[in-house]
């Protein structure tokens, strides 16, 4: 099941999170979630995209790990990654 975030967490997203639910309970899953055995937000890409090329990450231009919204998902590197991170204040 999935849930609709509100408000988009900066200014430049155009859509809402959208944000996976447990089954057993309804309570938004904290963190990474999973599909098929997969991490969420990577089963989303490569549904919607293909494969995720070798040394590539799908990182959230939210910064919510619980999102799976495909417009807040992106292709980066781990270097990509980390600077996003220092430059937003996640690290």
């Not at 200014?11 to 963190?31: F, K, N, P, T």
Request: glycine letters at 8%.
């Amino acid at each position: 099941m999935i849930v609709i975030a509100e408000p988009p967490p900066y200014e430049w997203l155009d859509r809402y999170c959208l944000l996976q639910v447990r089954h057993r309970d309804g309570a938004v899953i904290q963190g990474y979630g999973t599909i098929q055995g997969q991490a969420a937000h990577r089963w989303t890409w490569e549904h919607h995209h293909g494969p995720i090329p070798d040394g590539m990450l799908v990182c959230h231009e939210c910064d919510d790990p619980a999102c799976i919204e495909i417009t807040h998902l992106k292709l980066c590197t781990q270097y990509d990654n980390v600077h996003d991170a220092i430059a937003r204040g996640r690290r």
